[in-house]
């Protein structure tokens, strides 16, 4: 039995802490707990009955409504609706709500509260203009379904990068609480969420735009070697050329990395001629994206 002091719902809460430690509780049974009272000149205890419910959360509609929320966060930048964005934002003067910016010259800024987030835009929409894209690349609840973060990446007339927010849900459904878009080159501005009970996770794949391709442009798609009317009639300055193959026949074979020709030939097989040859790292970026179907992406 543990004692506590009588009507103080501290310790009432730390009691039912202490009891929540080593027990079991399922929820939609009842529990009969004794508890002992000492108040200094008084000692007794009482048996009550505790019945402990069990809450269902959908996360897959969690989620949902979470990639709602952005997609309509989004769409006020494009509308450069001030409106819209200041009523998916938590209204709180606290610091905990707030935009993290880095702007072109290097600089950082922090707007904190409701009013200093709605004001930021109205500066923030004279420098900028345009389409909002947001690519959602991971989701994170907790087991309460009442707090989130979001990471992804964004693009916004000239300006893109990553951001990463903090949302939380009142009694009016989800909100963002914070956004920060500097992609933690000032420090960290939101923490990950420790224990989440749901995760979204995207798998990212090997692009040949931004993995492939600057290698073979820097190693292989050079004078002499397999640019224009290169060797062996391989030409790998593009993605067309270099899916048509050379004089050995097709240079991969999509969905299958590791028998596919370019594989073999960089992977111990003597190319580049001049060294350093292909890193591991590299070779397997190859046999990812060609597993993945090698496409044009």
């Known amino acids: 039995m543990v004692p506590f002091v009588r009507n103080k719902e501290v310790e009432l809460a730390r009691l039912f802490h202490n009891l929540g430690t080593g027990l079991q509780l399922i929820g939609g049974h009842v529990y009969t707990i004794t508890i002992r009272v000492a108040d200094g000149s008084h000692n007794w205890t009482a048996p009550f009955n505790i019945t402990f419910v069990t809450e269902f959360i959908d996360f897959v509609a969690e989620e949902q409504a979470i990639r709602d929320l952005c997609a309509v966060y989004a769409a006020a930048h494009g509308d450069q609706d001030e409106d819209t964005l200041t009523k998916v934002w938590l209204s709180d003067e606290s610091k905990d709500i707030f935009t993290a910016w880095a702007f072109w010259a290097g600089t950082f800024e922090k707007n904190e509260g409701t009013k200093a987030v709605s004001k930021a835009w109205v ?78 996770e995207k798998i990212v794949k090997i692009s040949f735009k931004n993995d492939i391709q600057p290698i073979l442009a820097e190693r292989c798609a050079i004078p002499g070697c397999h640019a224009a009317l290169g060797a062996r009639g391989l030409n790998l300055n593009q993605y067309d050329t270099f899916k048509k193959g050379g004089n050995g026949g097709a240079a991969f074979i999509p969905g299958n990395g590791k028998d596919s020709l370019v594989v073999k030939r960089i992977d111990g097989g003597g190319m580049p001629p001049i060294p350093p040859s292909l890193n591991a790292e590299q070779v397997q970026l190859f046999i990812d994206w060609i597993d993945e179907g090698a496409v044009n992406n």
């Open 123 to 200: 500066g923030i929409f004279r420098l900028r203009g345009g389409k909002m894209n947001v690519d959602i690349t991971y989701i994170a609840i907790d087991s309460r379904g009442k707090e989130a973060v979001l990471r992804g990446t964004y693009d916004w007339g000239n300006q893109k990068g990553d951001l990463i927010a903090a949302l939380k849900k009142d009694n009016k459904g989800w909100k963002i609480r914070a956004i920060d878009y500097t992609d933690g080159r000032f420090g960290t501005q939101i923490k990950t969420l420790v224990a989440p009970a749901h995760i979204f």
